[in-house]
């Protein structure tokens, strides 16, 4: 039984969320203390540390409950409305007619889509960017949600709808609070992430980051409950390349193969052979990914083609091993093609660079964080296979990605991300636009 010491506060703002688990009473011991007069009563369980990273603060202030309704009915709507990437028109239409009825917001475009809201405090100060990502997936939609997409084909099936209505809500609660700022935040809500080259490298050619202090993403993720903060220092993502092959034989009837270079047996052995670039060429401390995700040739049962198509895509975070990656991939392709006496076509497409976290302010998001939502809101989680081209945006200036977890297996809210049934847990926005908020006040003190 857990046991709360000093006076308990009733109103709602100070209650806290527990999951229904079970906690073993041998296990727990009461740890519970009083906090400054600013923050509340927070409940400690000495019991296991996945147990602990449950016992979140739901601390939500008047201000963003009051914005919340209008939050998930954003999100709702642009959760029907889904774009592809470089094709968000209405989405940025949207947006601007939300953001034009806010006081002291003025509006820019960089580019075609995605608009970026500027808020100038009544001081001078740092200058801040808080980025959102707009655009949807090629994909089904097969959630059953009565606000299910209407474009077909077309799905936001990896939270930027979340992303975006969580930052427009922190902006319209900020945009009253213009007095009380020092400095300038820049709301970007962006176009393009998901289809490289990405949004991100064409607006820091455009001068979006010009004259900008510090960085600041989100991403609500499936891997973590609600409401908790995943957080890690240095490379957060990993590096996500793209290589394209042609192996070209020579065709010929299915009956006479010695008459022909087999294109097909050549490219099996390509296959094979880039695979033993992550055990024995790579060292087997540093996270690496060599894929092959297609492959297309021949055109009937009985003909061997001249030539066979594969494409795929590589995943690292040391710098120097992505260099190496493309000389060794077409050495391999060059000596399996030469001893058959055939040919190649080789191309490696450079894509998002890792997001590296600046550890200073990493540090420092964290106490924030765990200031406002406890201790255990946040734990530190391993790299990410998944690319963002966030990267292209962190050149400029020193910058913090955080991954907020919008998983709830009781509502059966577990599928992945760029899935046709995945969902969000509605629940996780009022933790993004109140750490939005909190980060904006924090930094432009």
Known sequence: MLVCCGAARND?????????IYLNAVQLVNDAWALSDEK?????????????????KLVISDEVKQVMGECIEWRRHLHENPELSFEEYDTTNYLENKLSELEGIVLRRYAKTGVVAILRGAKPGRTILLRADIDALPIQEDTGLPFASKRPGVM??????????????AATILSKERDCLSGEVRFLFQHAEEQPPGGAAELARLGVMDGVDELYGLHLSSLY???????????????TDRFEIDVVGKGGHSAYPEGAHDAIVMAAQVVLAIQTIVSRRVAATEPIVVSVCQINAGTAYNILPDEVHIVGSTRTFSEKTRKRLPKIMEDIVRGITETDDSTYRFRFVKGYASVV?????TSHCRNLIEKNFGHDATFDIEPLMPGEDYSALQGFCPGFFVELGARNEEKGIVYPHHNPHY???????????EYWCDLVRDRLS
């Open 423 to 433: 969902l969000l847990d509605e629940d996780a926005l009022q933790y993004g636009v």
């Open 12 to 20: 709602e703002r100070h209650r806290f969320s527990f999951p229904s």
């Open 156 to 169: 936001h099936a990896c939270g930027h709808d979340g992303h975006t209505a969580m930052m427009l809500a």
């Open 40 to 56: 509340f009563l927070y409940l400690k369980s000495l019991c296991d540390i996945d147990t602990r990273r449950r016992l979140v």
């Open 357 to 361: 976290n600046d550890a200073a302010l």
């Open 225 to 239: 409950p609600t409401g908790h903060f995943g957080v890690r220092a240095g490379a957060l993502t990993s590096a």
